[in-house]
Every structure is written in structure tokens, then in C-alpha cells.
């Protein structure tokens, strides 16, 4: 009796993904994050499953940090359209109190949640970075993930345009710490606002640039 040959997995697969798809995993999604090292606003996570069919813009998936705000923006509207997506978001306050790198866990798993609430279950998580805590579901941590595998690099583009979103509203209503331009990382005119105008609402206080002017602000 001839065994039936298991299918090829979709040519757009990395090595990783490729292995998994080998072992039984074919719901595979990639997970990246946007907004660790920033003094303010939250932390956000996407998940992503790409398309079993390949686009031609996949050829055009990288890390977020290295393509440009047009770029993010044009290749966030093919993944939205044609990915199934999720999305998790981490406020100030939350990161302040549980630290960091916790919050960017938490936000992770919000977005596979939000992704397997939206769409059917996953089979297999592929984060960027190094391993966090257990989760409900198997997962593998790639260090520089986001330049390795599309569907992490897709997830990364997915944050850091929500993010980049999110901080242009603040913006508007904090106009004076400049918020739209530097999304609140520690850029020289940030901490020079914050210097003259002590931190806002969603600064977040446990990070030293912004406790350090608290600190200082109150010795005046």
C-alpha cells in the first residue's frame, strides 16, 4: 500500500515554520512587538498568520525598523486585508506596575488571544526575541525573528503601525512633547520637554529619564 506523501509547505516559509509545517503545525503565527524602550505610551503587540497562497508583496516583509513610515503604512493595509491578525496593547500604568519585559508578555499573549478569538485556533507561535514565561500554547523565541521569518516581520509592521497610530492621537492632546514625531522614545527634544514641562499622563514613571525629572522637578 502507497503512503500518502505529506503536502509541501507554501514556498514562502522560512526554515522554522518549514520544520513545524513538517511535524503537524500548520496554523503557525508570528508575533513582534513595538514600544519597549519608548518613555511613554503603551506596549503593542500583533500576531499574524499569513496566507497559505504567496503575495507578491511578501517579498516585502522586513523588520519594521528598517522600512519606512510609507512603506509600514502600504504593507500594513495588504497584511490587514489579506492576514488574519490580532492585536494586544499594554497601557503606562500596567507597565509601571508589573515592569517592562512582563508587559510585553502580557501584550503578546493579548494578541494571540485577540487572533484565535477572531479567526480559528493556532498551532504554533513563533515570537521575535528571547523566551518569556509558559503559555497556552507552543511557542519558540528566534532572536532577531523579524528579519528571519515573514510572518513575524508582518506582526512587527502590525505593532508598530498601531503604535505609531496610537502616539499621533496623544499627540494631540499632549502637543508639547512633540509625541507624532519621536512616539515618545527618548529622542534629545523629548527629554528636553520633559524637562520643561515634567511628564504627562502616559509617561511612563518607573523609567529613570522620566523619574530622574520628577525627581528633579520637585527639588526646584
Not at 508570528?30 to 524602550?37: L, Y
Not at 511578501?58 to 490587514?80: P, Y
Amino acid at each position: 500500500m502507497r503512503k500518502t506523501a505529506k503536502p509541501a509547505p507554501p514556498p514562502h516559509l522560512s526554515e522554522y515554520e518549514s520544520r513545524l509545517h513538517g511535524q503537524g503545525f500548520f496554523r503557525i503565527a508570528g508575533v513582534d512587538e513595538a514600544g519597549r524602550g519608548p518613555l511613554a505610551g503603551p506596549v503593542v503587540a500583533a500576531a499574524v498568520i499569513l496566507p497559505v497562497l504567496q503575495l507578491p508583496w511578501f517579498v516585502e516583509l522586513n523588520d519594521s525598523k528598517q522600512l519606512n513610515e510609507t512603506a509600514r503604512e502600504n504593507l500594513f493595509e495588504q497584511i490587514i486585508t489579506h492576514c488574519e491578525t490580532g492585536i494586544g496593547i499594554i497601557d503606562h500604568t500596567t507597565i509601571d506596575r508589573i515592569n517592562i519585559r512582563q508587559a510585553t508578555w502580557q501584550a503578546m499573549q493579548t494578541a494571540v488571544q485577540d487572533l484565535c478569538a477572531n479567526h480559528a485556533e493556532i498551532h504554533y507561535v513563533l515570537i521575535d526575541g528571547l523566551p518569556y514565561g509558559t503559555a497556552a500554547w507552543p511557542y519558540e523565541a528566534i532572536v532577531k525573528g523579524d528579519a528571519k521569518v515573514r510572518s513575524i516581520a508582518a506582526a512587527s509592521i502590525v505593532a508598530k503601525v498601531t503604535r505609531d497610530r496610537l502616539m499621533c492621537e496623544w499627540d494631540k492632546q499632549f502637543p508639547q512633547y512633540g509625541f507624532a514625531k519621536h512616539k515618545g522614545y527618548g529622542t534629545k527634544k523629548h527629554l528636553e520637554a520633559l524637562r520643561n514641562n515634567g511628564p504627562c499622563e502616559i509617561h511612563r514613571k518607573s523609567f529613570a529619564p522620566v523619574k530622574n525629572t520628577q525627581l528633579a522637578n520637585s527639588q526646584i
